[in-house]
């Protein structure tokens, strides 16, 4: 009569660790969900590495599922490291996930593996072995991390600027994440003034969005384009033919004082261009100061966002 009883305590312990203690570890070292974390105890026997690796087994099947989702959200980030400068760009479905601690420290990593790689494109970089483990490839790493997200993640895109000579390459992250930055700063003079004039022309990139870094980088091909387009909204206002040109010439320049960095407004005293306030930077450091070139994310730019149906798809779960 004893035993039964006895057997019947030890089997309450058992289950009470398995929905308690370890499922609250589980949840926290994998950020998968409650009944999910149960599932895996349940399955491997309320062991805790075992119950990971079964969530990343189940979770990579899971994420060949979800890699058809569009992302378009996510985070842009941007670090510098042993003389490189990287940005770089890792989607997630929803704004929500971007907030997610586990989601923000693997963008980080991402960048991390971005400046060390040797690699041009992020298909080519999805290759490489994982810094972090190299017993898998950044595709796995990126899989493993879909399995506890459960939301379809892309590393969609990375850039990077190598320090040069008199380089000073700064960063800079704006948004929370949205807008982020690199820029390499040409002087002779390492200081804290330099890294200012870094931070503050990052700043005009953020907010003003230029396309390039003068005019003379800017392809005929595009100038060619402008001026067809321009002139065809000229003739369609109506204008004389006759100063229809001149009228494209002019407005030609305006788009090259908005897309050419060196030429815009700078933002922090209207009074200067960003070209005349590095002159002026120059002045004062005692050594000419120029742009050796930057790039500029922001978080799901050019992506095709999918329009949501809310009520077509209440529908389909009542249906399914």
Request: glycine share 8%.
């Given at each position: 009569m004893l035993m039964p009883f006895i057997l019947k305590i030890k089997l309450e312990d058992y289950t009470m660790a398995v929905t308690i203690g370890a499922i609250?570890?589980?949840?926290?070292?994998?950020?998968?969900?409650?009944?999910?974390?149960k599932k895996a105890l349940t399955e491997t026997g309320g062991n805790i590495e075992k119950a990971v690796e079964y969530l990343r087994e189940a979770g990579l099947s899971a994420a060949t599922k979800k890699s058809g989702r569009i992302a378009a959200e996510?985070?842009?980030?941007?670090?510098?490291?042993?003389g490189v400068a990287t940005i770089v760009e890792v989607n997630s479905e929803t704004d929500f996930v971007a907030k997610?601690?586990?989601?923000?420290?693997?963008?980080?990593?991402?960048?991390v593996q971005a400046c060390k790689s040797d690699k041009a494109t992020a298909e080519e970089l999805l290759t490489e072995k994982w810094y972090l483990d190299e017993?898998?490839?950044?595709?796995?790493?990126?899989?493993?991390?879909?399995?506890?997200?459960?939301?379809?993640?892309t590393i969609r895109r990375f850039e990077k600027l190598?320090?040069?000579?008199?380089?000073?390459?700064?960063?800079?992250?704006?948004?929370?994440?949205?807008?982020?930055?690199i820029i390499d700063v040409v002087c002779e003079t390492?200081?804290?003034?330099?890294?200012?004039?870094?931070?503050?022309?990052?700043?005009?990139?953020a907010a003003m969005n230029p396309k390039f870094l003068s005019e003379k980088d800017v392809s005929e091909e595009f100038k060619?384009?402008?001026r067809k387009i321009l002139r065809e909204q000229a003739l369609n206002e109506g204008k004389p033919e006759a100063i229809v040109d001149k009228m494209v010439v002019g407005r030609l320049n305006k788009i090259l004082k908005e897309t050419c960095l060196l030429e815009q407004e700078?933002?922090?005293?209207?009074?200067?261009?960003?070209k005349s306030y590095l002159e002026a930077m120059s002045k004062e450091m005692g050594c000419t100061v120029t742009l050796g070139g930057f790039a500029r994310f922001e978080t799901g730019e050019g992506i095709e966002k999918k329009e949501e149906d809310f009520a077509a798809e209440v529908a389909k779960t009542m249906n399914s």
């Open positions: 609250k570890e589980l949840r926290e070292i994998s950020g998968v969900g409650m009944s999910d974390c996510g985070l842009v980030t941007s670090i510098v490291k042993d997610n601690e586990g989601f923000i420290s693997f963008v980080n990593e991402v960048a017993s898998m490839t950044v595709a796995e790493a990126l899989s493993s991390k879909i399995a506890v997200i459960g939301e379809n993640l190598e320090a040069k000579e008199n380089s000073n390459l700064v960063s800079y992250i704006h948004g929370a994440g949205k807008v982020a930055v390492k200081s804290d003034k330099i890294d200012e004039i870094g931070k503050n022309i990052c700043m005009q990139i060619n384009s402008e700078y933002v922090k005293d209207g009074d200067f261009t960003v």
